[in-house]
């Protein structure tokens, strides 16, 4: 029987943090399996593409049950943005639909925030995340007039794991955990799932 793209996902990834679950390896044999996964948008199940009026939205697609990885489903109205916000591990975005910009930020001796570049993600790309390099960004829909939809990989339940947010002028730090705006996941064994 035909194999649904998530799971073919799901499953190459978690052999490949059994095989060796370091950074560089993930950023690059990972990356090439979000970018097989990616490639075609047409397996995302419409329930995990809606976007609210307010908020961008973070839906669970997958958790690893030892929490070594994560696939949530980022979905991003038009004019919506994350606040300046960290990680705490690797993160892979690997953008589905429409178009994100990602903007990066080094914090100053004063403890306040500099721009320090931006990439623009369109369909088929793959941008990353690390506590070792760059862990500090603002995502932004980058369109006017249309949806974006990004799928993103981190290593850990990224809803679960405690981070933080920024004031870009005064460097204030404020903790929080993202939680998931669905309350059910995709059922990663059917294969009948038709696009939007
Ligand atoms: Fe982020």
Same mark, same amino acid.
């Given at each position: 029987m035909h194999e649904g793209k998530l799971l073919t996902f799901v499953k190459s990834l978690a052999m490949l943090l059994e095989t060796d679950p370091n950074e560089e390896l993930i950023f690059s044999q +990972? @990356?090439? $399996? $979000?970018?097989n996964l990616i490639k075609v948008d047409d397996w995302l199940p419409p329930e995990f593409c809606k #976007?609210? #009026?307010?908020?961008?939205?973070?839906? $669970?697609l997958y958790a690893d049950p030892l929490d070594r990885f994560s696939v949530v489903s980022f979905v991003w109205g038009p004019g919506q943005k994350t606040p300046l916000h960290n990680h705490t591990v690797w993160g892979m975005v690997g953008q589905l639909r429409g178009q994100e910009r990602s903007s990066n930020y080094c914090q100053q001796s004063d403890g306040s925030f500099k721009a320090d570049g931006s990439v623009v993600c369109k369909p088929g790309q793959v941008a990353t995340v690390s506590p070792q390099t760059h862990d500090i960004h603002m995502v932004e829909n980058d369109l006017e007039d249309q949806i974006s939809i990004s799928i993103h990989v981190y290593g850990g339940n990224i +809803? @679960?794991?405690e981070r933080a947010v920024f004031d870009p002028i005064t460097g204030t730090e404020k903790l929080f955990i993202s939680g998931y705006a669905n309350t059910v996941t995709p059922n990663l064994w059917n294969t009948t799932v038709s696009p939007t």
């Open positions: +990972g @990356r090439v $399996l $979000l970018e #976007p609210h #009026p307010q908020y961008y939205q973070q839906y $669970l +809803g @679960r794991i």
